[in-house]
């Protein structure tokens, strides 16, 4: 038996001092991680996520960024240590993506996207729900500026056009030793309609196996371009500790990408982002007693 660990963060780039956010979502999912009832690092994961999500200052969910066009299109995914996944990618008006991919796994598929994705959730009985808010508009209308003005920050360059992220995702080590991951993302600031990151991907934005679960935040298409969270997992499953691993992992983007990642395993867990800027908090349960780890802000 271990004892169960929960981690979640808020994004790369999230500054440190929203760390509450985190820490709020991993003490509300302990009580389903240590329940006792069957699937508790899946049910954990899905809680904090849920949380997260319907917090406004985290880019998913409710604040979710809004695409070029002014929709909003989000992505997430779920997927567990014995190989159950639930993805669904550039869903639309849904108030908790990750509770759609929690039906996802219950389906025949392992990922939905588009249309289809939010017919699915419809079909099941998620109702219709109007992502907009206040921030997302504000932000949009400033991409849409500097976009128009050209003055794009250096990793706009390129289309003239990335910029600012955010993502949710939690990991989580049951007392049986399972693992399971969330992630959940509004994408960036600067996106197509129909643009899908890494987050839903596995392998890219998460991964999860009989040695761990990891959660990476940051530039979309740099992670899937490196499958961050399979290296991160490689690193691990090779025997190295979650610190370490996600350490490294964060070393070798190159900038102006960023990327953070949180893990767990066997060994204990990891929280790494570039330039430490990443809301986040861990959580363990021993012996009765919760400890908290989370950046000092
Ligand atoms: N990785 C997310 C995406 O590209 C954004 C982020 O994590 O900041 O959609």
């Known amino acids: 038996m271990s004892f169960p660990i929960i981690l979640a963060h808020g994004g790369a780039g999230a500054p440190n001092r929203d760390s509450d956010g985190p820490e709020t979502a991993c003490k509300h999912a302990l009580k389903f991680l240590t329940d006792g009832e069957i699937d508790a690092a899946l049910r954990a994961v899905i809680e904090a996520a849920v949380v997260l999500e319907d917090d406004v200052r985290f880019n998913a969910g409710t604040g979710a960024n809004m695409r070029i066009d002014g929709s909003i299109q989000m992505d997430a995914i779920l997927a567990t240590s014995d190989g159950r996944i639930g993805s669904v990618a550039a869903i639309e008006k849904c108030r908790n993506p990750v509770r759609v991919a929690r039906l996802v796994i219950d389906s025949p598929h392992v990922m939905l996207c588009g249309d289809g994705a939010t017919q699915f959730a419809r079909h099941r009985g998620v109702p219709e729900h109007d992502m907009t808010t206040p921030k997302a508009q504000d932000r949009h209308a400033k991409a849409l500026e500097r976009l ?11 289309w003239r056009g990335r910029g ?6 939690a990991v989580a080590r049951a007392a049986d030793g399972t693992f399971a991951v969330s992630c959940s993302t509004g994408g960036t600031s600067m996106m197509l309609p129909g643009r899908v990151g890494d987050s839903p991907i596995f392998g890219a934005g998460t991964m999860c196996g009989e040695h761990g679960a990891v959660c990476a935040t940051g530039d979309g298409e740099e992670i899937i371009r490196r499958l961050a969270s399979m290296r991160v997992y490689l690193r691990i499953a090779g025997g190295e500790h979650p610190q370490q691993a996600c350490e490294a992992e964060v070393a070798t983007i190159p900038a102006p990408y960023v990327a953070g990642f ?3 395993s066997a060994a204990g867990f990891g929280m790494a982002a570039t330039k430490d800027e990443m809301a986040r908090a861990a959580l363990e349960y021993r012996d009765g007693k919760v400890s908290i780890q989370r950046p000092a802000s």
Do not use: C, S, Y
């Open 148 to 158: 128009k003005t050209g003055e794009l920050r250096p990793t706009e360059q390129k």
């Open 164 to 169: 600012m992220h955010g993502t949710i995702g």
């Open 262 to 264: 949180i893990a767990v």
